[in-house]
């Protein structure tokens, strides 16, 4: 159980246009979903927290215009980089949480490598 | 079907406890297998482990890879409060990261 799937798991672009990338519980509803970008030497930089039915609340130093999120039901988040540019070009993971006995645990998705040339 | 299993799910110990956390992996396309500490926000990055048998150490933490048992195990010595956090470990396959459901580790003062 606690499925997360993300599509596509890879995608190759030109610069300046835009791509979508699906998040998706698969076997149960999550209220919050998670974007994180993975950097090298490993490291996964919070990018928004995205809420059913409400607006994603964005980290520092990320912007909204650029990286929209939509969470558009509660198996469902996108994430759509707008003109993209190579320096875009990353390991995008999301994650979904879920409470459980009042424990948040949070499910990642297997990652959506982007490369924008 | 390529899947990270970690034990415990939950362990709670006292303050100045040693702790083993278990990751096993069935993965096809193995890269690497990577251990993240979760508190907050972004899991931040503990180790990256690529060959079989040898041992990264971080202060209190460490870690070792088996690729011939297709596991991981990661210590943590001495431990503090503040080393209660859900601990996840992720294998890289190159074209996918595949995450355990984390062990969620208590330290009790």
């Known amino acids: 159980g606690a499925v997360v799937s993300q599509h596509p798991s890879r995608v190759i672009c030109k610069s300046g246009t835009s791509v979508k990338i699906e998040c998706r519980s698969l076997d149960f509803q999550a209220t919050t979903m998670f974007w994180y970008r993975q950097f090298p030497k490993q490291s996964l930089m919070l990018m928004a927290t995205?809420?059913?039915?409400?607006?994603?609340?964005?980290e520092q130093g990320v912007e909204k215009d650029k990286f929209l999120i939509n969470h558009a039901s509660l198996t469902l988040s996108t994430l759509t980089v707008t003109s993209a540019h190579p320096e875009d070009s990353s390991f995008y993971i999301c994650?979904?949480?879920?409470?459980?006995?009042?424990?948040?645990?949070?499910?990642f998705g297997p990652g959506t490598r982007l490369t924008v040339l | 079907e390529d899947k990270v299993v970690q034990s415990p799910l939950s362990l709670v110990v006292h303050e100045g406890d040693t702790v083993t956390l278990n990751c096993s992996y069935e993965?096809?396309?193995?890269?690497?297998l990577l251990w993240y500490k979760q508190e907050k926000k972004a899991p931040t990055f503990l180790f990256m482990l690529?060959?079989?048998?040898i041992e990264k150490k971080s202060g209190r933490l460490s870690s070792i890879l088996d690729k011939k048992e297709l596991s991981s195990i990661l210590n943590i010595t001495a431990t503090q409060t503040g080393d209660s956090a859900i601990y996840l470990c992720a294998v890289d396959r190159d074209d996918k990261i595949i995450f355990g459901k984390g062990t969620r580790l208590h330290i009790l003062p």
């Open positions: 995205s809420n059913e039915g409400s607006k994603a609340t964005y």
């Open positions: 690529t060959s079989s048998g």
């Open positions: 993965v096809t396309n193995f890269r690497s």
């Open positions: 994650s979904a949480r879920v409470a459980t006995s009042g424990l948040d645990t949070q499910y």
